[in-house]
């Protein structure tokens, strides 16, 4: 391993040099990235221009031709009244569990990474141990715990349980045990407060990564179907997955089903546009006391 | 957090641990019927099956995953000008559901006119059944996974990526290291922790596939495509067999247990 | 270094304890969903989108709930539709929690398996006094040992459905009827470059709507009459089988049969691709007008081998056992299975009525023929093992439509498999 001998004090520079690259390379960068794209976007487009086809069941490939797109599945899915309930109870569920998630998640794999208790290994693979067991298989007994609590089919039960995220523990754990344990050891020199320590240098040093476990904390919640539909009793705690598959009869046609889920796509893009910039910031590392 | 944890994680995995240990009745009624649901796993054809399906699948589609998602990582991790635009292209199967992006897959596969037949019959070649014959299903059904999947691993190496000191890559070039030699003696070990996380993840993932089989082939063609989830859903929310399910959820738990801990032993070890 | 993890996580789980526990206490203290000892009782209902247009079904359901409501002041009605997807997850864990629905509709599939956990009341005394009114399938089907669970609010029915455009291009004049017509038919569709007969071979397609009824039709049974034992590797199963395997050998059977899931719109049936299907319903007619134009969707009378039979079952509402409002919620069953709803629903739905004294004017021809069908509809035999069985015999068919066995050697095993597990019922 190579011993870190001297303590960056300069703003890292993401990009690599370019000096040094044979020409080839440059070619064969672009090409292999657009190809990728392609194959990564073909299906999603399809799906995109499915969902503009005529009702009527008539699939690829006459559903490609642009000549007959209609705007008729989406009015058909969009004629709910509800969608405003709906889509209030899944921002509310999405927004919330992030802003909880990121937080917790972040200060408990500080803990795990950076500091050496009793237990600390058993405990985080108790954590990982939960990862492992099938939802399907805790749907029933967590089900039962929170109707025990009375928590069924209100957004104390809807929320709360998932909260408790240990694939964000894990994540966070891992990224925070790459900063240089020298940057703890001088904060505490310096007498610093574990609160302090945690808001002034960890944070902000795994920006990124926030921003990343933002978007999936986001997008699992945002797409989530089984968990509010199970906990959901009545139409008005529906979000938006369960109350559009409502207005599903049993077999929709491609149409539809396209079309729905275009809809609920939408937002999840936006966040993911809005949050993007977070994530090319480049790992500050501020000045040190030598 | 840690209230949360051990009330809303730990205490359903107890719950479905004694639950595999009785009979549970939906009406709430039960017997302790010790590990009875155990030896009859066993012992069970079924079970087998589902083992042996699931175990193929994950072979095929964690080295899949994981190497799609590194490479297109560092591929990313090169440019600069257009990274953003990539990123979110890559991103893209992910928003998707899983149920979605298996309808349309399994539209793609068709064997009569899907997508995929319909380029390969330009050159001439099949039509090729590709979720109708056990040969093929596995990996068919992999592809599909990998493809809505490989964006949340990409990113995660992508930050990863980032969090690996300018300075040793400098240091290792003025000593006229090459690129591969870069990207072996100092990205790889840098990237560990992430590594052995996606690793682990995608592994955990890979054990527990079931929506993907559900919707494109319903475990067939005769259960070639039958995951252990999918067993347990059926005992469960089919047959209403609730403790053989919980048994089932267990034994899963601890195959992933030990293969996580053979990962760690392997590339998890945090300096 | 010890104490600071202890200080962050005290400094969490403190307050987070105090918050948890405020929660728990104060739901505690309201009730939900009305259970409280008012004037007024509150049934909930879970209904599904069987009325496939939206504003219809909010008009239909609305009406219902205020002429109930109306003719019974001291009862509050809630509909709360759910979704189809997923359903049995939400279902079972409601159960399990005890918070489930007073009433909720389901189909014969599911009845035995909740009668056999406890979960479902007998509704007998709903639907005695009106007994003979309804079709001879109706109650039947909704029973289990004798008991009446499920009030019939539906009934459904399957039979043969042609693409006129395919067989007149193949030259056939008379649509087959029997087996031996569909036989002697399938080269002559095959020369004209199609399918011959629509099949849904997924392990996910209940196979009421594909191999039992060619069972039926041969004869034979899937239980014997104690239910304690399986009878369709018998000779008429046989039969079944070796026919199904000697079209798809022909290829008139599509090849995507293996993985279709009794899903029309978007496979070979609904595209146009195969002559026929033996198990369509309603809906299944009016979705295939769409993509061969409706001149060309010709109904026929269900399939006959040794019998003529059909697939046809009833849906009811069944009654929840843990329900408190237990009387107010008969009365809403009572409300429902009378003439005027039952004819309501079933314009709107497009599905039948189960009672036989409610004539709903057919609006279209398909309909009528629909309606003759009714007489061989078979509600399907309901045994708490059955959808287990079903899931050995699919696995096995696949077997043989992939040549991977012989037709009696797999009847055989399924049927292995399918007693031991019936022996091992409580």
Redesign the interface.
């Known amino acids: ?2 011993n870190l001998l ?1 303590r ?1 004090a300069v703003q ?6 370019v000096a ?2 044979r020409p080839v390379a440059q070619l064969t ?2 090409t ?2 657009t190809l ?2 392609i194959v ?5 487009a ?2 995109v221009l499915v969902a503009f086809a005529p ?7 006459d559903a490609l031709d642009p000549t007959h797109f209609t705007f008729a599945n989406f009015s ?1 899915v969009l ?2 009244s509800d969608i405003p309930r709906w889509t209030v109870n899944s921002l509310l569920y999405s927004l919330i569990s992030v802003a909880c998630v990121l937080l ?2 972040s ?2 794999g500080y ?1 795990f990474a950076k ?4 237990g600390r290994e058993i405990m985080f693979w ?9 939802f ?19 957004y ?1 039960g809807l929320i ?5 995220n ?2 964000a523990v ?2 966070m754990r ?2 925070i ?2 900063l240089p344990d020298e940057l703890f050891e001088d904060a505490e020199i310096d007498g610093a407060a ?2 302090r320590i ?1 808001t002034m240098i960890v944070l902000p040093l795994i920006r ?2 926030l921003a ?1 476990l933002g ?2 904390v986001f ?1 699992w919640h945002w ?1 989530d ?2 968990w509010p ?2 906990i959901g ?3 008005r705690m529906q979000t938006l ?2 109350g559009l ?10 149409n539809q ?2 079309a729905g ?1 275009t809809i ?2 939408v937002p ?2 936006l966040v ?2 809005l949050l ?2 977070y ?2 910031d ?2 500050t590392m501020s000045g040190l006391k030598a | ?2 209230v ?2 051990l ?10 641990l004694l ?1 595999s240990l009785t009979d549970y009745r939906l009406s709430g009624t039960w017997d302790f019927i010790a590990f009875d649901n155990y030896t009859r796993l066993l012992s069970d054809g079924m079970f087998h099956q589902a083992l042996l399906v699931t175990l193929i699948y994950t072979v095929i589609f964690v080295p899949l995953t994981v190497l799609l998602s590194l490479g ?1 990582a560092v ?6 000008w ?3 635009f ?12 899983i149920v ?2 298996a ?3 399994k ?2 596969y068709d064997a009569q ?3 995929l037949n ?1 380029v390969l019959g330009l050159v001439s070649i099949g039509p090729v059944d590709f979720l109708g014959q056990s040969g093929s299903v596995l990996p068919s059904i992999a592809v599909t996974s990998a ?1 809505k999947g490989f964006g ?1 691993s990409m ?2 190496l ?3 990526l ?2 690996v ?5 400098e ?1 290792a ?1 003025i000593d006229g290291a090459g ?1 591969w030699q870069r990207f072996r003696y ?1 990205t790889l ?2 990237l560990r ?2 590594l ?2 996606v690793l ?2 995608e592994t ?1 993932g890979a ?2 596939v ?1 929506d993907a089989m559900y919707v494109m082939t319903g475990g067939g063609p005769v259960r070639s495509s039958y995951s ?2 999918y067993f ?2 059926d005992s ?2 089919k047959y209403f067999d ?1 403790g053989y ?2 048994a ?3 034994v ?2 601890l195959i ?2 030990i293969v ?1 801990l053979i990962q760690r032993r392997l590339v998890g070890r ?2 | ?2 104490f ?6 005290c ?2 789980a403190a307050p987070l304890t105090a918050l ?1 526990l405020a ?2 206490l104060s ?2 203290g309201g009730g ?2 009305g259970d409280s000892s008012n004037a007024k009782k509150s049934v ?1 209902l879970w209904m599904y ?1 069987v009325i ?1 247009d ?2 219809a079904s909010d008009a239909y359901w609305k009406k219902v709930e205020t002429d109930f409501e109306a003719a019974n002041s001291g009862i509050d009605l ?1 509909l ?7 359903r049995e ?2 279902v ?3 159960f ?4 489930g ?1 007073d009433v909720l509709l389901m189909i014969p599939d599911q009845i035995p398996q909740y009668v056999a956990n406890g979960s479902l009341e007998p509704v007998g005394d709903v639907v005695e006094p009106d007994k003979d009114k309804f079709l001879p399938a109706a109650i039947p089907g909704l029973s289990v040992d004798g008991k009446v669970y499920g009030a019939p609010i539906y009934h459904t029915v399957t039979t043969t459905m042609y693409n006129k455009t395919i067989l007149t291009k193949a030259g056939i004049t008379k649509p087959p009827e029997t087996w031996d017509e569909i036989k002697a038919a399938a080269p002559k569709i095959k020369a004209a470059g199609f399918s011959t007969l629509d099949y849904s071979a997924s392990p996910e397609a209940t196979l009421n709507l594909n191999f039992y009824p060619l069972l039926w039709q041969a004869g034979g049974n899937v239980f014997a009459d104690d239910g304690k034992s399986v009878a369709f590797n018998q000779a008429p199963g046989l039969e079944a089988l070796t026919f199904l395997k000697t079209l798809w050998d022909q290829g008139a059977i599509p090849k995507s049969a293996l993985s279709n899931g ?5 496979q070979p049936l ?2 146009g691709q195969v002559a026929m299907a033996f198990a369509a319903a309603p ?1 299944d007619a009016g ?1 295939v007008a ?2 061969w134009g409706a001149a060309n969707v010709e109904i026929g009378t269900p399939l006959t081998d040794k019998k003529q039979v059909g697939f046809g079952l009833p849906g009811g509402l069944v009654l929840n056992a843990a329900s408190e409002n237990s009387d107010a919620a008969k009365k809403f069953l009572s409300f429902m299975i009378q003439p005027a709803q039952l004819e309501g629903l079933s314009k709107a739905s497009g599905f039948f009525t189960p009672r036989s004294d409610v004539k709903v004017v057919a609006t279209d021809p398909n309909a009528a023929k629909f309606a003759d069908a009714l007489q061989y509809a078979v509600p399907g035999e309901p045994n708490p093992a059955a959808r287990q069985i079903m899931s050995f015999l699919s696995a096995e068919i696949q077997a043989v439509l992939t040549g991977k066995k012989q037709p009696q050697q797999a009847l055989d095993d399924a049927a292995k498999q399918a007693n031991d597990l019936l022996s091992r019922q409580r």
């Open positions: 391993m190579v001297e960056p890292e520079v993401t990009e690599t040099p040094g690259r960068l672009p292999l990235l990728t794209a990564t976007i073909a299906p999603f399809a799906m009702p009527g069941g008539r699939t690829f490939p058909r004629a709910s917790f998640a200060m408990a803990a500091k050496k208790f009793p108790a954590f990982l141990a939960t990862l492992m067991v099938p399907q298989a805790t749907l029933i007994p967590s089900y039962i715990l929170v109707s025990n609590l009375n928590w069924v089919d209100s104390w709360v349980p998932t909260l408790a240990s694939q894990f994540l891992q990224f045990i790459q574990e609160w945690f990124p990564v990343t978007i999936f997008l797409n179907f089984l539909l199970v009793q009545s139409g997955t369960v598959a409502t207005l599903q009869s049993q077999s929709p046609p491609i089903l396209m889920a609920t796509v999840s893009l993911f546009g993007q910039r994530l090319t480049s790992i | 957090m840690l949360l944890f009330v809303f994680r730990l205490l359903p995995v107890v719950g479905a639950l297109t591929l990313l991790h090169q440019v600069v257009s990274r953003g990539f990123r979110g292209v890559f991103f893209l199967p992910y928003v998707t559901s979605l992006a309808v349309i897959w539209w793609i006119d899907g997508l319909g493809w949340y990113l995660i992508l930050a990863g980032q969090a000191p300018k300075s040793y890559l240091a070039m690129t100092i070990p840098q922790p992430v052995f996380f682990v993840i955990i054990f527990q079931f252990l989830v347990l859903y469960g929310f609730f399910a919980s089932i959820g267990l899963l738990f992933v247990l996580s945090d300096d | 270094m010890k600071a993890v202890r200080t962050t996580v400094r969490v948890v929660a728990a739901s505690c939900d969903s909930t989108p496939a939206q504003a809630k709360e539709m759910q979704p189809w997807a997923n997850e939400k079972s864990a409601a399990a929690g005890k918070k629905p009794n899903v029309i719109a978007d609904g595209k809906a979705t769409k993509t």
